[in-house]
């Protein structure tokens, strides 16, 4: 059975705010719709003040009121009034979402970027693959003439040895020598070992 609802001694002061929040922690429903009706205005006041979005105003005030229900215990009238109690609800909560919805931008903003921007081992590669080329293109001069030639028909072009061989009207026999010696000279001026 629900108590009736405190009011102070004088009725026309209003509700007796810090008893009905003894009554609102034992679950009573009445002394909680007291203290809503008396808090609403100044909470959805300073929430919408923090936020400047009246639709966040309205979902950050309804979660402000369903904490003062859920925590109406936890409330000391010895630290100050009960509408002090529930603005300090209301501001953290304001604030909370403040932070929510900035680190949720920033959170979008960075995954942007990361969209954007070539992958750390992309360009590692595309760096080292150029790097690569411009010291196999050194080696490849530092060949004879015959061996650059051979060297770059057969790798480059994919033609056969024999191919090679019609192609500079050299014997067969000459080409695979070429190769053999203008690979191992490649082999050393590269640096790999065999």
């Not at 309205?58 to 509408?83: F, I, K, M, P």
């Not at 909370?96 to 920033?106: C, G, L, T």
């Not at 019609?166 to 070992?193: A, F, N, Q, Y």
Request: proline share 4%.
């Amino acid at each position: 059975m629900t108590q009736p609802i405190s009011i102070g001694p004088n009725p026309a002061h209003g509700p007796n705010l810090p008893v009905l929040m003894g009554q609102v922690a034992l679950g009573d429903q009445e002394a909680f719709a007291a203290v809503y009706d008396a808090g609403s205005d100044a909470v959805f006041g300073l929430v919408c003040k923090v936020l400047r979005d009246r639709a966040q105003a309205e979902e950050v005030t309804q979660e402000v009121w369903v904490e003062a229900w859920r925590t109406a215990g936890r409330y000391r009238a010895d630290r100050g009034s009960v509408l002090n109690w529930l603005l300090t609800l209301a501001h953290r909560r304001a604030v909370d979402r403040i932070r929510a919805v900035e680190s949720a931008a920033a959170r979008d903003h960075r995954a942007a970027l990361l969209e954007q921007t070539p992958a750390f081992d992309e360009v590692s590669e595309q760096v080292q693959a150029h790097h690569e080329r411009e010291e196999l293109r050194r080696c490849l001069r530092s060949l004879s003439e015959m061996q650059r030639q051979s060297v770059t028909l057969a790798y480059y072009q994919g033609l056969t040895y024999k191919e090679v061989s019609e192609e500079l009207s050299t014997p067969l026999g000459t080409i695979k020598t070429r190769l053999r010696d203008g690979l191992i000279r490649l082999r050393d001026c590269l640096g790999v070992t065999a």
